[in-house]
């Protein structure tokens, strides 16, 4: 029954143009959130420029306490499941970068109070290289990287 | 029919853990159209904000680097079953999208 489902949204996604349209049509509302969206940082070609545009600073702290899960070969570059934890205290935010992706910064999360420090998504990778996870926790910026290798064949590493 | 597919379940420890998947093309903007040669234009959700019981849980900032028809999860304190979370999304076209789901 679930594969049953997956099945039918997956269906169901192919017709996501026309259903963004049809959203346009009813559902907006203007957003004033959206300022907030940081472009510079998403816009930037290096790791140090979108790390500095988005935080501040460049100051990152290597830890050990970040734990990165992620393929060591993902074979498809679209689809790299990540998914991110760290027992540091008072985490205030979860940025995932993709240092040899053409603008590196994926994504940011900002955490409410009572959310756990776990993060799981999935991203694009351009090619090999390392998934760099940075928290932001009481002020200070901590990373820890770790190397995925993405084969384009799909036929497996 | 929604873009969201979300599911929240409530676990014996007392965390939440809430699973979303997005319906959506999440175009970069570096792609080309094999049919037309024309580049398809950028396209991809921004912003995803998760509500319970009014209170953010959390803020995501997505960039194109995001997979097509995304994924999410993460995990929170402080609910119970039987609570309602609220998922919104909005991409760079300016359409957006939001659910609901009970947290079991």
Request: glycine share 10%; proline share 3%; charged share 20%.
């Amino acid at each position: 029954m679930t594969s049953m489902k997956r099945r039918i949204f997956l269906k169901g996604s192919l017709a996501t143009g026309a259903i963004g349209m049809a959203v346009s049509a009813g559902l907006i509302t203007p957003r004033m959130a959206l300022a907030a969206w940081p472009k510079e940082a998403f816009d930037a070609t290096s790791v140090d420029s979108a790390v500095s545009s988005l935080f501040g600073s460049t100051a990152l702290t290597g830890s050990d306490k970040i734990k990165i899960k992620a393929p060591d070969i993902a074979e498809n570059g679209a689809v790299v499941p990540i998914s991110i934890e760290t027992s540091i205290d008072g985490v205030e935010s979860i940025s995932i970068i993709a240092e040899k992706n053409a603008t590196p910064l994926t994504s940011s999360f900002v955490l409410g109070k009572g959310t756990e420090s776990y993060i799981a998504t999935r991203i694009k990778l351009g090619k090999t290289g390392s998934v760099i996870a940075v928290v932001k926790a009481g002020g200070k910026l901590y990373s820890t990287g770790k190397e995925v290798k993405v084969t384009i064949g799909g036929c497996g590493g | 029919m929604s873009s969201i597919k979300m599911r929240a379940t409530l676990g014996d420890n007392g965390v939440t853990t809430v699973k979303i998947l997005i319906s959506h093309p999440m175009d970069t903007g570096l792609v080309k159209d094999k049919k037309t040669g024309k580049v398809i234009p950028a396209h991809f959700i921004q912003e995803v904000v998760c509500e319970h019981n009014g209170t953010n849980v959390l803020t995501a900032e997505w960039g194109p680097a995001i997979s097509k028809n995304p994924y999410l999860s993460f995990r929170f304190k402080g609910a119970k079953a039987g609570d309602a979370i609220k998922v919104n999304w909005v991409d760079n076209q300016g359409n957006s999208d939001s659910s609901e789901a009970t947290i079991k």
